[in-house]
């Protein structure tokens, strides 16, 4: 075994960089494999403060990611952006083969290794109701259907006079309380009879505050076809009535990065929703195969978490790696 063993870490989020950085000061040799050509995950995409951190009160969570990411470029911890794995062969519980190939066109490089660690987080849920309703993925290109609630963050975002929000939970009424206040009328649309959002989050969005735009909200509705009518979408609902609006934003909550190729070949336990199911540890069901972050922690997201999962996972490894070394 090579002296300094390397540890592949696929994903460059908060938990990612965080396992990098404790197997760093372990004195091991974390390597981080991200698809992406910056690191930083969900939290390089958010226009919006992250108020939940400690120690970062203000900070918007793409200036937190720059942070984490200047950190870890000061310790000179190995990256390859544009990366992911295309192969892992399990030779046994502590012996890895993983290829990793790049969108750019540089040779594949192989990687042997005794743990590695999954981090690839979560993505906006979105696939089936793009799939289900008519010329939604269309509009997706043309930038009239926006998927997760980061655009309505954005400094320049502009949605018209009336926005559409498809979604019941929290972030549905976050955005909706957040165009209400630049005076667009908002009407969300959610299949339950009732929003699972937070009580605090529906009555901030729903209170009658003059000078902003209206709220309508259609319970027990789903959303059939659009149609692009000049500067306006034509929306059909299950009831068969029409709206008119500018612009149509997806908040349906979240979903694995679970989906590829090599991760299916380890057979790893998940829950019923595709999240990897972990011990205290942070361990998969395979052994030395860890997960950390949102990608297995489905009932606590958050970049708080994530960080303290990459932690968890990087010290057992640390601990397992003494014991190989010991024995030789």
């Not at 063993?5 to 197997?23: E, K, N």
Request: hydrophobic content about 40%; proline content about 6%; overall charge neutral.
């Amino acid at each position: 075994m090579d002296r300094v063993p390397i540890v592949p870490i696929v994903g460059g989020g908060p938990a990612g960089m965080s396992c990098a950085l404790w197997l760093h000061n372990f004195g091991l040799a974390p390597l981080i494999i991200e698809s992406e050509p910056l690191l930083g995950g969900m939290q390089r995409r958010s226009p919006y403060p992250n108020i939940w951190l400690l120690g970062r009160p203000g900070a918007l969570a793409r200036e937190n990611a720059d942070d984490f990411v200047r950190h870890i470029t000061q310790e000179g911890i190995r990256t390859l952006l544009g990366a992911s794995p295309d192969r892992l062969i399990r030779h046994d519980e502590a012996r890895f083969e993983l290829g990793v190939a790049f969108a750019d066109g540089r040779p594949p490089e192989t990687l042997s290794c005794r743990a590695l660690v999954i981090a690839t987080g979560t993505q906006f849920r979105s696939r089936e109701w793009l799939d289900s309703v008519t010329n939604a993925r269309a509009l997706v290109e043309k930038r009239r259907v926006h998927i997760g609630p980061a655009c309505a963050g954005e400094a320049s975002a502009d949605f018209g006079s009336h926005a559409l929000i498809v979604g019941g939970g929290d972030n549905a009424f976050d955005v909706a309380r957040l165009l209400r206040a630049k005076g667009t009328h908002v009407t969300i649309a959610m299949r339950s009879q009732r929003p699972r959002a937070q009580a605090i989050l529906v009555e901030r969005a729903t209170a009658d505050i003059p000078g902003s735009g209206g709220i309508t909200i259609e319970s027990g509705q789903r959303v059939l076809a659009l149609a692009e009518d000049g500067s306006r979408i034509q929306v059909r609902l299950g009831d068969s009535r029409a709206l008119s609006v500018n612009h149509v934003i997806l908040t349906l909550g979240y979903e694995p990065n679970t989906r590829a190729p090599w991760i299916d070949g380890l057979r790893l336990a998940k829950d019923p929703d595709g999240y990897l199911t972990v011990d205290g540890n942070a361990e998969t069901s395979c052994r030395n195969v860890f997960a950390a972050g949102d990608v297995a922690n489905p009932a606590h997201p958050c970049t708080a978490t994530a960080i303290a999962m990459g932690t968890m996972a990087a010290r057992e490894i640390q601990r397992r790696m003494e014991g190989w070394q010991a024995n030789g």
